[in-house]
């Protein structure tokens, strides 16, 4: 389904991020991936390849929130591949401490991975994307966008941030041949759940109605879609894989 296409994947190296790569390698796209340290880049580039040693796959680690970083990693993909197709802005943090033990350095901690890193990721493609008058940019946004959550103030209001910028930018860059859509996972199996408390979990379980949290996979079908031009005519879409799960 992405025969030819570039992509760049951010926070590639586990979780969701990881099942997105996979999922976009069997569908033949090339696939750059970023982790928060080459090391860990690395790491899941060796796995991947051990899998299949053909995949065309590489990591690299240039530090999100910052635009000079960013431009200078990405650019060096467009020069190596001659193209960017698809970014997806996977790479996100949680905290799930109450208001009274939240501190502004955590408040901002969050916001800049989550909003400020996908805002550099965003701007250093749009180049590339604008010169060939195609593109196709993922952002991952959370249920808990739509319904807030008892703690951990930053991370839903970052997710809605998410929102207005993947609504905003689908207008501004529809015409440009640039569409702009987002994921957003309800309850799903990585490491991030480890933030959350079970008191949070079971009772989300109970309320969704296909019983069940999501795999990854689930959500790298999603990215997988919204990616190829079966969804040429989707954009400006927040996609919600989360088996209806209401908080
Ligand atoms: P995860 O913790 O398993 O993986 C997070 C990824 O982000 C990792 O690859 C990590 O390397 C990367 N990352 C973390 N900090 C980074 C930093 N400072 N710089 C660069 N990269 C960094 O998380 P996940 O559950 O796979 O989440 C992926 C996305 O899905 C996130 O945006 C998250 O907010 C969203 N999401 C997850 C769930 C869930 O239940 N797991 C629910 C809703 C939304």
Same mark, same amino acid.
């Given at each position: &389904?992405?025969?030819?296409?570039?992509?760049?994947?951010?926070?590639?190296?586990?979780?969701?991020?990881?099942?997105?790569?996979?999922?976009?390698?069997?569908?033949?796209?090339?696939?750059?991936?970023?982790?928060?340290?080459?090391?860990?880049?690395?790491?899941?580039?060796?796995?991947?390849?051990?899998?299949?040693?053909?995949?065309?796959?590489?990591?690299?680690?240039?530090?999100?929130?910052?635009?000079?970083?960013?431009?200078?990693? @990405?650019?060096?993909?467009?020069?190596?591949?001659?193209?960017?197709?698809?970014?997806?802005?996977?790479?996100?943090?949680?905290?799930?401490?109450?208001?009274?033990?939240?501190?502004?350095?955590?408040?901002?901690?969050? &916001?800049?991975?989550?909003?400020?890193?996908?805002?550099?990721?965003?701007?250093?493609?749009?180049?590339?994307?604008?010169?060939?008058?195609?593109?196709?940019?993922?952002?991952?946004?959370? &249920?808990?966008?739509?319904?807030?959550?008892?703690?951990?103030?930053?991370?839903?209001?970052?997710?809605?941030?998410?929102?207005?910028?993947?609504?905003?930018?689908?207008?501004?860059?529809?015409?440009?041949?640039?569409?702009?859509?987002?994921?957003?996972? $309800?309850?799903?199996?990585?490491? &991030?759940?480890?933030?959350?408390?079970?008191?949070?979990?079971?009772?989300?379980?109970?309320?969704?109605?296909?019983?069940?949290?999501?795999?990854?996979?689930?959500?790298?079908?999603? @990215?997988? @879609?919204?990616?190829?031009?079966?969804?040429?005519?989707?954009? $400006?879409?927040?996609?919600?894989?989360?088996?209806?799960?209401?908080?």
């Amino acid at each position: &389904m992405l025969k030819g296409k570039v992509a760049i994947v951010t926070g590639g190296t586990r979780g969701i991020g990881y099942a997105i790569v996979e999922k976009y390698l069997e569908n033949h796209a090339a696939v750059v991936l970023c982790g928060s340290r080459q090391e860990t880049a690395d790491k899941a580039v060796a796995q991947l390849k051990a899998a299949r040693p053909d995949y065309p796959v590489e990591g690299i680690a240039p530090d999100l929130a910052d635009y000079e970083s960013v431009k200078a990693a @990405f650019d060096g993909v467009r020069e190596r591949y001659g193209r960017i197709d698809i970014l997806v802005n996977n790479a996100g943090v949680s905290s799930s401490e109450p208001l009274s033990a939240y501190t502004p350095e955590l408040f901002r901690k969050v &916001m800049s991975l989550n909003v400020d890193a996908v805002f550099c990721c965003i701007r250093a493609v749009y180049d590339a994307m604008a010169a060939q008058g195609s593109g196709c940019i993922l952002n991952t946004s959370s &249920m808990v966008s739509r319904y807030g959550q008892p703690r951990g103030v930053a991370y839903p209001t970052s997710k809605a941030a998410i929102n207005g910028l993947t609504l905003s930018l689908a207008r501004e860059l529809g015409p440009m041949g640039i569409r702009v859509n987002a994921v957003a996972p $309800g309850v799903t199996n990585t490491d &991030m759940m480890k933030a959350v408390p079970q008191d949070v979990i079971t009772p989300l379980i109970n309320q969704i109605p296909l019983r069940r949290i999501g795999e990854p996979e689930d959500l790298a079908n999603a @990215f997988l @879609f919204l990616a190829s031009d079966a969804a040429a005519y989707i954009t $400006g879409e927040i996609l919600h894989v989360d088996g209806q799960a209401r908080s």
